[in-house]
């Protein structure tokens, strides 16, 4: 049964039990109480209202003559009408989803390590101090602000301390609390690499009225002249796995970074979103390692273990943790205890560690099925930074436009995306963005035998397949 609320005006003269009627009914209505809801025993509601039983059992007595509620000897009395549906002509029906999905930027769902994260969930919630779950501090747990120092140090070169950890609800809230801070300190531009996935940044940089500049990516990452001429206070790079092309940033490029840093006062923001899968290169560290003054560090779980989690970090340099701790605190009063706990059990028992190798091969192997559909399939096609993640881009052969092969392909029951739409500066060379790690390797290949079909489709150059 559920509560209600009922207020009765013993100053009118209505009766009691009219104006219990006219609440209800007008709730049953309004929709407020729904179709099939039961309603409390006649006796409680008499004793929460300070009125006799039977002043509650005439008002429901009346309704259920008139339809509203129904009861049935031996069990609740329950709400029996519903409030009235405006006359709408049928939704349309949703469109068929693909019948192979080349999504970029996910992580393989279906492969998410449930029970180990159970057994996390139930000891910390079986074990956590009470304080625990109460409010929290604008940084986090305590015990996941060690464990993930521990992990960045060891796992990717970083230089952390868990006193300069804020722990985030994923990448986009990082990105959001050092515009927010920096904006407030004065920032006026940032710069982005170019392509890039810029949705979480520009719209947050026009709320503040900052600019947004593009960086043009080279094969090997972010053009540090360009750099050095934006007049940027800050600059987002993805210096790893430059996304989408794949590019690692050299080490003297990264050397040039933190002395234009340095040198600017200003500060890199370094998205370290996917440099746990790693197939044909040894580990490239992150860049936070090399200036932890001038460099912030961000990552999540987002491509690891689940988006749905909403966990992340952020670690900033020094002079901007606390103001970095105090805007996630205004922002949301910290994020949830319980899966922070969690996860700081789940990286201490090195469950974390593990899910990592079991799932390193399986993606390399739907990459290297995807590399080979490509091969036989669409060998005019040029595929570039396979060497690690979960995406690959594939250039196109002159002639051939993306949009038109994108629209091909869905004709043949295929998503794909284009490089297009994450440029900045105009239009550039024509590829298409190719997630493999939700498809197994017979759906690649088939997906691939339909793209090279939607190909052939389109006019453009002689042989852009067999």
Known sequence: MHELLVELDRTRPVPLHRQIEAALREGIRAGRLPLGMSVPPSRRLAAELGVSRGVVVEAYDQLVAEGYLSSTPGSYTR???GPGQPVSRPAPAPAAPPRIDFGYGRMDAAAFPRAAWLRSLKRVVTHAPHDRLNYLDGYGMPELRQ?????????RGASVSASHIVITSGFGQAVGLMVDVLA??????IAV???????DIRPLAEARGLDVVGLPVSEDGVR??????SAADLVVLTPSHQ????????AEARASVVRWARDRGAVVLEDDYDAEFRYDRAPVGAIQGLAPDVVAHAGSVSKTLAPGLRLGWLVPPPHLTEAIAEAKLLADRGSPAIEQLAFADFLLRGEFD??????????R???DALLGALEQHLPAFEPTGIAAGLHLVAWLPEGLREDDLIVAAAREGVKVAGVGPYRIGGEGRQGLILGYSELNEARIVEGVQALAAAARSLPGPASPCP
């Open 147 to 155: 464990a993930l120092a521990d992990y960045l140090n060891r796992a």
């Open 79 to 81: 709400v029996a009408a």
């Open 243 to 250: 996304w989408p092309l794949g590019g690692v940033l050299p």
């Open 354 to 363: 593990r899910h990592l190798r079991r799932m390193r091969p399986l993606y």
């Open 184 to 189: 407030r300190r004065g920032a006026r531009r």
């Open 365 to 367: 192997r739907r990459r």
């Open 224 to 229: 540090v002249d360009a750099l050095e001429r």
């Open 193 to 199: 690499e170019d392509p890039s996935p810029d949705d």
